[in-house]
């Protein structure tokens, strides 16, 4: 049984073990085990002090990742090992899939006109506010560059937030469903943004124009796959379910719902979606009532199955965000600068999402709750370092680090943020 | 929130996405999806016929494997990728960490002596059973190579066997309890051998001696480590939980228990063990009991929270294991023969195992539970490969092959025999 390695009395043999040989698990184990025993300290501490767990995730993430400042580095493989960063998407899927299965079709059709108006609001504000930054800060620029800096204020990065509504018990709120469905439709909102610019800027360089046509198709290819999947998913997930309940196999209720999880999030990510999209959309066809065959022989319930799935692999996510942090980002001022106003116009942006989402809820919570850019400003602003113009960078290494900061910013301050709002009660 | 890549309408662009482009858990996400609905079919089909499910998830691991000589690959990308490889290694973790669980030191303590005897029949007659073979099918071999073929076939593969028990609802025997202890001596007594025979080959090409105080440190660090970490655990593991308890944090339960699960894994792995050992050792310090502060104000179990990680992870290392058999090493004849031999000595050297487990337990369950070799076999033929002796490789193309065959053969024949054994009463 033993994986043979390292016999240190045999040192003059090379042995080419090849993929039978060292585990390459191990670095991931013990990266798992650092993550899980810092996330929990550090939630158990944010918690204490009245502070949703995640930002203690967040937050000793970033000590963990910085320890290098200090001259300690030697756990800063985590930050690049693929096994972990698979475990943290894997994580984000399984935690959407999650805020999925706790809603429901008819509770989000019930916000849909909210959570679009939501949604409108918070990509149109925050990429007008990102030109104006742009125009103001960058006047030299050109016009390219301001659509873009526009552009990474757009999308909201759902992951924080549906974390936080969890840790603070607020998930089955009316404003929970506005966000996470505002957050869909960014996501859609966000693609063709996306393909404007970098579309408009590849046509200039080449004096060809960008069709119609090219955007229309990413429109319709996003809403069709939501619809398509939200239709097909209500009529099929049930009959699946019920199904499976027949089976003698143990434990096949989780295993169809993971299925079905990522079939959908794979297909999503094919269509040009996020594959947590496809998650989310799986898990809100899907409903505790259909697992009735199971519970009532009293098997576990579909959120009793989750719930250690989404123990195990969402710290993973929210340490490895907070410590692929970079501390030294801050340390540049005049990056702060063009940071600081750009975090101002992201974080008003997308509180101006709040007056989308009508007077009967918390505006505040909602506004709050699409604040957080994550990964996807840095994604935009990574395709912005490959575009050029006449030869000079869309985005030149001072913006991306300011865009660095902008994310970093918008993310920490989400928990509290969002904690403070629903303290308050709706107007 | 996109993860936005493949912008078919700026396809003349060469975008540097790096890390934040496209979704690398895409293939995993893709790869589990099929692993799981395969995995339910087949264990389903396995289950009507009779038989343990992983029979079936062995074998649709196969024929899936294998689709590639109808001409269809498009999934053998599953077989080489590094992120299914991972989890399938979690998998095995968490399945011995379960076992671990199930089981207390007491038990194991009590099963001691029938586990030692056990275990050194079943390294000594294989290896004796093995050498006879290479000396009669390979006789101008010399005697490294024979020792190396009989080294192969000593070490004991848990995993299969951990599971063909606990989907025989048999896993809280008496003969389980001998296995699993049985095949942690193994693992110890395998590294010895292997010490012994590279050692013993390589101070043959140098012209130096194999020194019987390196042969004597893997000894006493292996079993050193196991003392250590079953009599510090037994101490500190109740306490850790029940502190942990005292948390506000939900789910500490499972962080707590992951943390000592896979410290004790890595540092076994650390000592020259595998990581299963320490999985293992980790839960067997860990007792359902310890878990009432949890328990006792109405949390799930931790057999409830372990329960779906094991059908998360699980049947991802046995459709694995499974997909990476290659059928086409049973097409040349030359290799059969060999193989068929090893199989035979391999088996009938298991079985003795049983004779040691004492007359008052089923002797052919434990004989037979000790018969897989997964791909510890496989590890020992991979470091045969890369020693030679006067410039000739010790392990042969052929002779690989040949061993290949033998673990599939022993792996494959386990879950049916297994079934049978424990369909008869112990004597």
Redesign the interface.
């Known amino acids: ?10 040192p ?10 060292p ?4 670095p ?3 990266a ?2 650092v993550i ?2 810092v ?2 300290l550090a ?2 501490l944010s ?2 002090l009245g502070q949703p ?1 995640v930002l203690g995730e967040l937050l000793a993430g970033v000590a963990l990742g910085n320890l290098g400042l200090l001259g300690f580095g030697g756990l800063d493989f985590i930050k690049t090992e ?2 972990v ?2 475990l943290a ?2 994580g984000v ?1 399984i935690l959407l899939f999650e805020v999925g299965v706790e809603s429901t079709v008819r509770q989000m059709l019930s916000v849909g006109t909210r959570a679009l108006a939501a949604a409108l609001l918070g990509v149109v504000t925050p990429f007008a506010l990102g030109w104006l930054v742009g125009w103001w800060w960058l006047p030299d620029a050109g016009p390219f560059v301001h659509a873009f800096i526009a552009a990474t204020l757009t ?4 992951g924080i937030t549906a974390r936080v509504l969890k840790d603070l018990g607020t998930s089955q709120s009316a404003e929970a469903k506005i966000i996470v469905g505002a ?2 439709i ?3 909102l ?2 063709v943004v ?2 404007v610019v ?2 408009v800027i ?1 046509a200039a360089n ?1 004096g060809t124009a ?2 119609y046509g ?2 229309g ?2 429109v319709v290819k996003s809403v069709g796959f939501l619809v398509a999947a939200t239709v097909i998913g209500v009529w099929l997930a049930p009959r699946v379910v019920a199904r ?1 309940a027949r ?3 143990k ?2 209720a ?3 719902s ?2 079905l999880c ?2 959908t ?2 297909l999503a ?1 094919q269509i ?6 496809g998650a989310f959309a799986a898990g809100l066809v899907l409903e505790s009532a259909h697992y009735s065959p199971y519970t009532s022989r009293g098997d ?1 319930s579909i959120e ?6 989404v ?2 692999f969402v ?1 993973v996510f929210f340490v490895l965000m907070g410590m692929r942090t970079d501390l030294s980002s801050f340390a540049d001022l005049g990056v702060l600068g063009l940071a600081g106003v750009l975090s101002v116009a992201a974080i008003i942006g997308k509180l101006s999402s709040g007056l989308g989402a009508g007077a009967a809820v918390n505006r505040w919570a909602v506004g709050i709750g699409m604040v957080p850019r ?3 400003g ?3 602003a ?2 912005g ?3 050029s113009i006449g030869g000079v960078a869309v985005i030149s290494p001072t913006l991306y680090s300011a865009i660095v900061v902008m994310v970093i910013v918008t993310t920490m301050i989400t928990p509290p943020a969002l904690k403070w709002a629903f303290g308050r009660r709706p107007a």
Chains 1, 2 share one sequence.
């Open positions: 049984m033993a994986r043979l390695r390292r016999h240190r009395f045999v003059f043999l090379v042995l080419p073990l090849a993929a039978a040989g585990d390459p698990s191990a991931v184990i013990l798992l085990a899980y025993l996330a929990l939630g158990e918690v204490r767990a693929p096994g960063d698979l998407r894997i899927l999308a909201t990065s759902v957050a869909v960014d996501d859609v966000g693609l996306l393909a970098t579309g590849a080449t960008m069709g090219a955007m198709l990413v499976s089976l003698r196999t434990g096949a989780l295993a169809v993971l299925v990522f079939v999030a794979y990510y040009g979606l996020a594959a947590i999209i576990q009793d199955l989750l719930h250690p799935l123990q195990a710290p994550g990964e996807v840095l994604i935009f990574n395709i370092l490959g575009l």
